[in-house]
């Protein structure tokens, strides 16, 4: 079946702008995970939804970054007034209630 | 706090050899425990996990893992490396629902 889906795959922004960065689940899977990939940082966790409820938004760098989920399925992370230092590879994963989360292939993010 | 390490960052191994990638935590209470693998260009794939049970798990393409409780360790291994086992290789544990990642291993294997 069809895996997790980022959107866009790649994205270069200018300093200050504002990004949407998407993420498709696995159909049916109710809890979706953003994480962070950076060379200096590692993989982080960002956030964590339980269908449309973030129960833990502690992971979150800054108040520039928020995230949504509707519909129980597709998950949008918006990223304000981009800095250089939010460049880095965005990852969106999906679990059921198994605790297995699959990931999906990330948007590197540019900030120029 | 709350931690995931992972002892080598890089590894070059030559094919046919074995590997052992190191793995400690420090968590108390019940741990979920899971090794990833990247492939250059390709997202993250589960390798193996540990929920509970025989503390020997094994996962695809010939790895497996030790769970040994009293050293807080999750070591990953293969008793022998193919080129294509080339990527980076990350723990990870969880007590809840998100994963903390060690920073991973990179490995290399040369023909």
């Known amino acids: 079946g069809a895996g997790v889906s980022q959107s866009p795959s790649n994205k270069v922004t200018e300093k200050g702008k504002d990004v949407e960065l998407r993420c498709d689940p696995i159909?049916?899977?109710?809890?979706l995970y953003w994480y962070r990939q950076s060379l200096g940082q590692g993989l982080e966790f960002l956030i964590y939804?339980?269908?449309?409820?973030?129960?833990?938004k502690s992971g979150l760098p800054s108040d520039r970054f928020s995230a949504e989920r509707t519909g129980g399925s597709v998950s949008t992370l918006t990223i304000q007034r981009t800095q250089q230092e939010d460049s880095a590879v965005y990852l969106c994963a999906s679990s059921s209630l198994s605790y297995e989360q699959y990931f999906g292939p990330g948007t590197r993010l540019t900030v120029t | 706090a709350q931690s995931v390490s992972q002892h080598n960052h890089h590894v070059i191994l030559s094919e046919a050899a074995s590997l052992e990638l190191g793995c400690n935590y420090s968590y108390g209470g019940t741990v979920n425990l899971f090794w990833y693998v990247q492939y250059p260009g390709q997202h993250l794939q589960l390798l193996l996990k540990?929920?509970?049970?025989?503390?020997l798990v094994k996962g695809i393409k010939g790895f497996e893992a030790e769970f040994i409780k009293s050293k807080f360790s999750f070591n990953l291994r293969k008793p022998s490396v193919q080129w294509s086992d080339t990527a980076e290789y990350f723990c990870?544990?969880?007590?809840?629902?998100?994963?903390?990642f060690g920073k991973g291993t990179s490995l290399l294997v040369t023909p």
């Open positions: 990870a544990v969880n007590s809840g629902y998100a994963l903390n």
């Open positions: 159909s049916g899977h109710t809890a």
């Open positions: 939804f339980q269908g449309n409820s973030a129960p833990d």
């Open positions: 540990y929920f509970s049970g025989d503390p």
